[in-house]
């Protein structure tokens, strides 16, 4: 029924390639995206489709179609803080990489708002094209949700797509509890600094901290049983400048990730405790801050299901397959946690015997991925109804 849409975005495949290298040397972080915006807007014009920004200007949403009922497509446009190492031609140069695919997203849904304007008049309702930012830092839903963007005209459903570097081209995963819930946290000790040739003059954060980081590991070890499915990982230890001073302070930052709320609950406290009480213990002083607090990502069953038979239609060579469940998390779960969502996961694996998996500085994605992606934003619009 939809074939013709994955043969439009088969013939764009050489324009796909174009924006997305593009984008790949421009990687910006969090809610600060000027270059990364202003390509998008420039393409929206070109393709006569009306926008707005929100978010300081950070945020574009594009509309096509009419009705009363009204779809929102969601591409993250966000990079993260690391030096890339993948080698490529087009890698960024700026200090930033798009280890996570966004790029790819991005380009993806410039591809089906191309293809979706050209068909306009076949659109069964509204259509907002949502690029985002924030989402590596789990504050971009909320910060466009805080300004409206299930309004006006009200959202009835949302989809988001995210491209995956070690699952095959061709494969295309979903599922109903699809992603982790996410609490990031940063916890700040307090010690004494001193001489590091006196260390009884003061005290020691980092011993401290690594304290702390080795209770939070026996945390998940010994309080939690193995098929819950909880991961605690910190992701930054830092602390002074030489070698022969012991600091004042110590920080680390980490993130929780589970899909009972239950035992979330449980383990902010006991993280709390936690920490608390082995400052205590060394005579130091400490706090917890809250960086995100994003739910699990739970999609809809039946909405799932009318997908999987427009993507089947589109293409029956793709390989759709059900039971998606990963403990990796997405701010797209705040849209789902409001309206139905479906959230599909396509496979983006480059034929090479070496594999890097997302947020690894060498991670590569198949280009071959970008008129599948294309497709399936369009598809879906396309069959909404």
Same mark, same amino acid.
């Given at each position: ?270 993280? !709390? %405790?936690? &920490?608390?009480? @082995?400052?205590? +213990?060394?005579? *130091?002083?400490?706090?917890? $801050? ?75 994605? !198949? %280009?071959? &991925?970008?008129? @599948?992606?294309? +497709?399936?934003? *369009?598809?879906?619009?396309? $069959?909404?109804?």
């Amino acid at each position: 029924m939809y074939s013709s849409i994955y043969t439009e975005s088969t013939v764009m495949y050489n324009e796909l390639i174009e924006w997305r290298r593009e984008l790949h040397k421009i990687p910006e972080l969090g809610l600060e995206l000027p270059q990364t915006v202003s390509f998008v807007r420039k393409k929206l014009t070109e393709f006569g489709i009306p926008f707005e920004t929100k978010v300081n200007g950070n945020c574009v949403i594009g509309y096509v179609g009419s009705g009363d009922r009204c779809l929102l497509l969601r591409a993250d446009m966000d990079g993260l803080p690391m030096r890339e190492e993948s080698h490529l031609s087009f890698a960024s140069q700026n200090g930033n990489m798009h280890a996570c695919g966004h790029d790819i997203h991005t380009t993806a849904l410039l591809g089906a708002a191309k293809i979706l304007k050209k068909h306009e008049k076949e659109l069964k309702g509204k259509i907002k094209l949502l690029f985002q930012p924030g989402e590596e830092t789990f504050g971009g839903a909320q910060a466009v949700m805080s300004e409206g963007v299930l309004e006006n005209p009200k959202v009835d459903s949302a989809f988001a797509t995210h491209v995956a570097s070690v699952i095959p081209v061709g494969t295309i995963a979903y599922g109903t509890l699809t992603a982790a819930s996410i609490w990031g946290f940063k916890i700040t000790i307090t010690g004494k600094g001193t001489h590091g040739a006196m260390p009884q003059n003061g005290v020691d954060p980092i011993n401290v901290g690594v304290h702390i980081y080795q209770a939070l590991q026996e945390l998940i070890a010994r309080e939690c049983a193995p098929d819950k499915e909880v991961t605690l990982t910190i992701g930054q230890f830092s602390s002074g400048t030489v070698g022969n001073i012991i600091p004042e302070t110590a920080v680390l930052q980490g993130t929780l990730r589970t899909f009972n709320s239950e035992i979330k609950q449980y383990l902010i406290t006991r993280i !709390n %405790e936690i &920490v608390k009480n @082995i400052s205590s +213990a060394f005579h *130091a002083e400490s706090k917890i $801050d809250t960086l995100t607090d994003t739910p699990v990502l739970c999609c809809d069953e039946k909405r799932n299901e009318e997908i999987v038979k427009a993507l089947e239609s589109m293409n029956p060579e793709f390989n759709i397959v059900s039971g998606l469940h990963i403990t990796a998390s997405d701010d797209f779960a705040i849209f789902a946690n409001k309206i139905p969502s479906s959230y599909f996961v396509i496979g983006a694996k480059e034929d090479s015997d070496t594999i890097y998996a997302h947020h690894n500085p060498k991670v590569c994605f !198949n %280009e071959q &991925v970008l008129p @599948i992606e294309t +497709a399936a934003y *369009a598809c879906v619009a396309m $069959d909404w109804e």
